[in-house]
Every structure is written in structure tokens, then in C-alpha cells.
């Protein structure tokens, strides 16, 4: 199972038949925010979750990069299962808020 990084739409994934689950972050200077990981229910609890962060980790460890791990599922799941990771945390929520990114209008 490949995991594929697509730099231009800010996302790790992978495809899964006729599905696909993916991370997507947030990036601002050196800092990668990964605010959201999902995972068809199909496949939950079968390790792709895993397969994309231990990826999108290493992508930052590779490029010198520092993680705000913002989504929930990450900071209390995975990083206590996967502390080689831990040097690249950076603690926040959300730090891109408000900063002047584009903001979805109504």
C-alpha cells in the first residue's frame, strides 16, 4: 500500500479500491500543521491510518520540518505508540489560525 504525497493540495494518501484516506495539513514556513487524518470506516483499525503518519513523519524528519500535531487522533493515539517522532513536535493547536491564511467565506 503506497503512500503518495501531494505537495500542491497539502496531503498524504493512499489508495484503497475504490476509496482513499488521507492526512491533510497546513504548512507556514517550516512548520507542518496535521490537523486532519481520515480513513474510510472499511478500513479503520487495520493500520492505513498508521501506514500515512509514520510517511508524512518521516516527509518531515527528511525535509528538516517541525509537526503540530493539531488533530486529536494523532497527539493521543498515535505519537504515544510511535515516540521516535516525538523530536518533531511542536506543541499548538491549530497555529495557523488567524495568521492571515485565507478563511472560508459563507
Known amino acids: 500500500m503506497p503512500v503518495e504525497h501531494d505537495p500542491l493540495h497539502q496531503r498524504f494518501f493512499t489508495r484503497l479500491g475504490a476509496y482513499e484516506a488521507c492526512l491533510m495539513y497546513a504548512q507556514q514556513g517550516s512548520v507542518l500543521d496535521f490537523y486532519h487524518i481520515y480513513t474510510p470506516v472499511p478500513f479503520r483499525n487495520s493500520g492505513v491510518s498508521g501506514r500515512i503518519l509514520v ?36 506543541a499548538g493547536e491549530f497555529p495557523f489560525a488567524g495568521s492571515g491564511w485565507p478563511t472560508a467565506h459563507p
Do not use: K, M, W
Open 55 to 90: 510517511a508524512a513523519f518521516d516527509h518531515a524528519r527528511q525535509a528538516c520540518l517541525r509537526v503540530v500535531p493539531s488533530c486529536p487522533y494523532i497527539a493521543t493515539e498515535f505519537l504515544p505508540r510511535f515516540p521516535q517522532y516525538q523530536d518533531l513536535v511542536d
